[in-house]
């Protein structure tokens, strides 16, 4: 997929995409962020952290977006996070045409009470499921994500790919958002994902 250069340790400043436009700004009538040469959305079958199963491949007919965060990370995650719960408030009836994931890069302190508080904080209950795992089966889905992951034991910090990606209603990754993407920038990209399939 992409973005080896977007691993950052959530803590430091991320790396942005250039040829995005600048975080708050909508440009245009495409897509807001970095456009890729659509390929199917890996396979994505987790428990989410009220212990539901959820899967990728039953959320076919909606815009998907889905992002790789950690409960404990002291900056970039939770702005994701709140952003995302932002545009999904914002986008009205548009929103039962939307799902929203967010998947642990931090299988062992990532417990359904603190994603639970985590997503409280930031006014995202009930806008995302957020997927949780061993850190076994949580490995496979980074590799097949092709999302970096860096653990210091001696740090809190978790060095990951601080991104989100956007995927068309057919299953198709289609463009993937730096961490300081904006919310107007979901609202105005989900309905292009929702009707706007690219030639791969």
Known sequence: MVLGACLAAC???TATNTDAPPPGQVVGKGLQGLILKQKPAPALKLRNYT????SLSTMRGKA??????YTHCPNVCPLIVSNLAAAYHRLGPLDRE???VAVTVDPRRDSPSA??????ARDANGTMDYLLGSLKQMR???KAWDVGVSVDTKSPIVGHSAIVYGITASGRVA????????PAQIVHDVPLL???DYES
Request: hydrophobic share 55%; no cysteine.
């Open 11 to 13: 803590g430091a400043s």
């Open 51 to 54: 212990g539901h199963r959820v």
């Open 64 to 69: 998907v977006l889905v992002t790789f965060v």
């Open 98 to 100: 939307v799902s929203i």
């Open 115 to 120: 994603v639970r508080s985590f997503l409280a």
């Open 140 to 142: 496979r889905v980074w």
């Open 175 to 182: 463009v993937v958002y730096p961490s300081n993407f904006s």
């Open 194 to 196: 929702l009707r706007l």
